[in-house]
């Protein structure tokens, strides 16, 4: 991998206070803005750029609870979310939660039996289960999220896809993933890590599972009804189902994050188990005019960028285009050579293979 430069990113004391900033798992530019989430907090964070057209720093954070926008299923409504994906695109931002199960870790201070017991605790969250579009719109000449924005006569509504709706409700009869669903995220369960958008069209990449060496990305199509504008629906497919399957060559790895450049899906892949490397960014061509379940591999698929990590940090989370050429990186569990003495963490820009 070869950094064409770096930015940094400046968060507010609380946000720091909340290791915000240590926990990186999505990132989207927006213009000038930034959209970047934590997996520990049920929250979208908002930086700006000192220079739209080439940033070095991102400050001035803005933070936007999802509960102020939509009703969320956890009876907590600050419980974390788990936000592991970002898309920006029309008029709104998405924002996708990972949908997994998680077993409790051992730590330095458990021992014997009560690290046994901790290592078969298996739980949810349901703040987690979340699929959600926020509308956009300039306030002071930053885009900023609203609750209700109207577009040329039509009002456009925050809106989340419902407890009927749920994926996990929604795959428990899946041939391929319904065995999956009670088996934490970093097991090689169910795990969203990543979303892009295209039109109608939503893709959810998945981290696991992995099968056979097979990764996953789940396409959808929501739509809301006038009936309820808030909730949104999904659109079934030729076979009945509301989500399509496509299964990706991705070397063994899982997706970490996905990000649209023309018709093509950038594909930021890693290990689907607790394990650092490798980490790769793909290029599958032409994913946004696909109109068929497909099987992603030979010329349909190249490896674009083969990315560093470290021995238990520099975990690569999330990518967002930066231009046409490159692509900005965010890492979860930062080097310490990542974190500046006031305050800032480093995020890499890597020029994309022309």
């Given at each position: ?79 974390e979310a788990d936000v592991e994906g970002l898309a920006r695109t029309g008029d709104f931002l998405w924002a996708v939660g990972s949908h997994s199960l998680r077993r409790k870790q051992i730590k330095d201070r458990h021992a014997g039996q009560k690290a046994l017991r901790r290592l078969a605790r298996v739980e949810g969250q349901a703040n987690r289960q979340i699929l959600v579009r926020l509308p956009i719109t300039e306030v002071d000449g930053v885009p900023t999220p609203v609750r209700e924005l109207e577009v040329d006569g039509v009002t456009h509504h925050a809106a989340a896809v419902s ?192």
């Open positions: 991998m070869t950094v064409d430069y770096t930015v940094r990113l400046r968060f507010s004391d609380k946000s720091q206070a909340a290791s915000t900033h240590t926990n990186l798992s999505a990132v989207r530019l927006d213009r000038r803005a930034l959209w970047i989430a934590g997996d520990e907090t049920a929250t979208i964070e908002r930086l700006l750029a000192d220079d739209p057209d080439r940033p070095v720093e991102f400050d001035a954070e803005a933070s936007f609870r999802l509960a102020d926008f939509v009703d969320l299923p956890g009876v907590d409504a600050d419980e407890v009927r709706d749920d994926l996990r409700r929604l795959l428990r009869d899946d041939e391929h993933l319904a065995a999956f669903l009670p088996i934490p995220g970093k097991d090689n369960g169910l795990d969203i890590e990543g979303i892009a958008v295209s039109g109608d069209r939503v893709y959810l990449g998945l981290r696991g599972p992995v099968l056979r060496g097979w990764a996953f990305v789940l396409e959808l199509r929501p739509y809301v009804t006038d009936d309820d504008p808030t909730r949104l629906r999904l659109r079934k497919f030729e076979d009945g189902r509301p989500y399509r399957k496509h299964v990706l060559d991705l070397n063994g790895l899982g997706v970490r994050d996905l990000c649209p450049h023309r018709d093509d899906l950038l594909v930021l892949a890693g290990p689907t188990m607790d394990l650092d490397g490798p980490v790769r960014v793909y290029r599958w061509h032409g994913a946004c005019r696909v109109e068929q379940p497909s099987i992603v591999r030979d010329d349909l698929i190249s490896r674009e960028l083969e990315l560093t990590y470290g021995e238990g940090d520099d975990h690569a989370e999330g990518m967002s285009l930066l231009g046409e050429d490159r692509v900005l990186v965010v890492y979860d569990s930062p080097a310490p050579i990542r974190l500046t003495e006031d305050g800032a963490v480093i995020a890499d820009v890597l020029l994309l293979p022309t």
